[in-house]
């Protein structure tokens, strides 16, 4: 990536003109003043804004010129608005820096009110945008150009904070007095005081805690506002609404179906563009994206796909048919990974000291195999079919391309396409699979009824907010029959890996015994599970439900 990585953690306080900042010493035992610098720094985007509303900021800074800078950076393209000598103001080159939220799942909790974002940093000149965050916003931007949108100056004062007995810098307290000088707040100037934690640094406990409560008691605001915000008069970027009023309240029931599809799409696409832009930063640090991730994405791209499947009565059928079938495509390569993390957590599991030799093999084998699909996903998210699909996502889940005759039908109603009979829909066909089902059904038999009950989930959830109840208890029980029957289909899955993996050309006798015996395993498991899902069923098609769906 021929960049620097790390992780931003934060406090921001809003303060005056005149606020007269703490001396802090007796509380961290010893402060050193920084020289004070004066810096530039031009933010890129979309004109609409996409890499804001994902929380997500791409901002070049150099050395501020004498005398202030001018002009207009509002919309112009990225050459003109951020420069085109290929110099900093000053003659030298500046920094590219790329901001990303960092994933709630994988953080450890920090102290009340700090702000923690992944950071990822190129020395370069403003002419040209590195082309490692270009690719890694690929899938947000698009085919929409870069331009300037804001520019800011700022006159920053810096003190170190140390701890009594050492001499590395724990934090550092930058004290930033900023005009904007382009964007649509040009001319507005306002001071904002960061505490920053140094890199990896482990400050002294109580010591955060104290500093910031030492600034509040001050008279600082805590919390403030990105600098990009207050430049453009936006504030933080919110997760995609959600419709309004108790789940099943009369407002959702009345809802439009176009106001409804548009929601579950923008949420199904919220989560899509999240894993979009982790799984290109894997690609460009030269790491196999993480198993949680793959997994993730994997999920996003299938519930996306499974819900227009359910709404395709209210959609224009041409319209979802192509974007299921590319979402079908992304699916199964990202599925190629999974499939392959999934056979490496069960050669994992398997203990025996007398396989280990046969198991490194083995495992050595999955892994390469892993490595070779994961490959596959960058130049298919490079792709222009890529792009068109999350472009026609993006468009629909702001104007759903509606059936006509459905966009002014309410979430719930007696007759015809709605949220809840879409939901009963999918139910009717759920129970009917497992009704048809014999005493003794085939592992596909069982597959098939797997994935009805994992589609009835998907929809069952997307309804809950507007049919209530019911749809919290269907999408309980369709999700516990997917559970079991996915276990038996991962075991028999796994067996049939197990079996081709015994018999690969290039694989030693004492790996294929070592597949052979774990495939024996699986196989039992398999057996033992395939009993247990009746009650499950069961539990689905209950009478209670039967009267809301049947």
């Known amino acids: 990536m021929s960049g620097s990585v790390g992780t931003e953690r934060e406090f921001k306080f809003d303060v005056g003109a005149d606020f007269d900042p703490p001396d802090l010493r007796p509380l961290v035992g010893r402060t050193v003043r920084l020289p004070e610098i004066h810096h530039l720094t031009e933010y890129l985007d979309t004109a609409d804004h996409r890499l804001w509303d994902r929380g997500i900021t791409l901002r070049?800074?150099?050395a501020a010129p004498a005398g202030g800078a001018e002009g207009d950076a509002g919309g112009e393209p990225v050459a003109a608005a951020v420069g085109g000598a290929g110099d900093g103001p000053d003659g030298g080159s500046g920094r590219w820096t790329l901001k990303l939220p960092v994933d709630a799942g994988a953080t450890t909790a920090g102290p009340t009110g700090m702000s923690e974002r992944s950071e990822l940093t190129w020395d370069g000149t403003r002419d040209e945008v590195p082309a490692a965050a270009r690719r890694i916003v690929a899938g947000v931007v698009r085919r929409a150009p870069l331009v300037g949108i804001a520019r800011l100056e700022a006159v920053r004062r810096r003190l170190l904070l140390q701890a009594p007995d050492g001499d590395e810098p724990w934090g550092e307290v930058d004290d930033d007095l900023v005009s904007i000088t382009a964007g649509p707040n040009a001319g507005q100037r306002f001071r904002q005081i960061e505490i920053e934690l140094t890199g990896d640094a482990d400050p002294p406990a109580g010591h955060v805690d104290a500093v910031v409560d030492l600034m509040r008691r001050a008279g600082a605001a805590p919390g403030g506002g990105s600098k990009l915000g207050m430049a453009l008069g936006l504030t933080e970027p919110a997760p995609p609404a959600r419709a309004a009023g108790k789940p099943g309240s009369r407002s959702r029931r009345r809802a439009p179906m176009s106001a409804v599809v548009s929601g579950i799409l923008a949420a199904d696409l919220d989560v899509v563009l999240d894993c979009d832009v982790r799984l290109r930063r894997a690609a460009e640090e030269g790491g196999q994206p993480e198993v949680e991730l793959i997994h993730r994405a994997?999920?996003?791209?299938?519930?996306?796909?499974?819900?227009?499947r359910t709404l395709d009565p209210v959609l224009d059928p041409v319209w979802s048919r192509h974007v299921r079938n590319d979402l079908k495509t992304v699916g199964r390569a990202l599925g190629r990974v999974r499939d392959a993390d999934v056979l490496l957590a069960r050669l994992a599991a398997h203990q025996d000291p007398e396989d280990r030799d046969g198991l490194e093999e083995l495992l050595h084998l999955v892994s390469a195999d892993r490595a070779l699909a994961a490959g596959e996903l960058v130049p298919l998210m490079a792709g222009s079919g890529y792009l068109d699909l999350i472009s026609r996502l993006a468009s629909a889940s702001v104007a759903p391309p509606m059936y006509s005759a459905t966009v002014d039908a309410p979430a719930r109603q007696a007759?015809?396409?709605?949220?809840?009979?879409?939901?009963a829909r999918r139910w009717r066909r759920t129970t009917a699979a497992v009704a048809a089902l014999g005493p003794e059904p085939s592992a596909e038999e069982?597959?098939?009824?797997?994935?009805r009950a994992k589609r009835l989930r998907y929809a069952a959830e997307a309804a809950q907010p507007y049919i209530g109840r019911d749809g919290r208890r269907v999408a309980r029980r369709a999700k516990s029959l997917q559970k079991v029957l996915g276990q038996v289909h991962d075991s028999t899955t796994a067996i049939s890996w197990l079996r081709q993996l015994g018999s690969h050309p290039s694989i030693t006798p004492t790996a294929a015994f070592v597949a052979g015996r774990i495939a024996g395993q699986a196989e039992a498991a398999a057996g033992s599970l395939g009993r247990n899902w009746r009650v499950s069923a069961a539990r689905l098609g209950a009478k209670r439900l039967r009267s809301g769906f049947g």
Do not use: K
């Open 415 to 423: 007759a015809g396409p709605s949220m809840h009979s879409l939901v």
């Open 60 to 62: 070049y800074r150099s």
């Open 298 to 308: 994997r999920v996003g791209f299938r519930r996306l796909r499974a819900h227009l």
């Open 446 to 451: 069982l597959h098939r009824v797997r994935i």
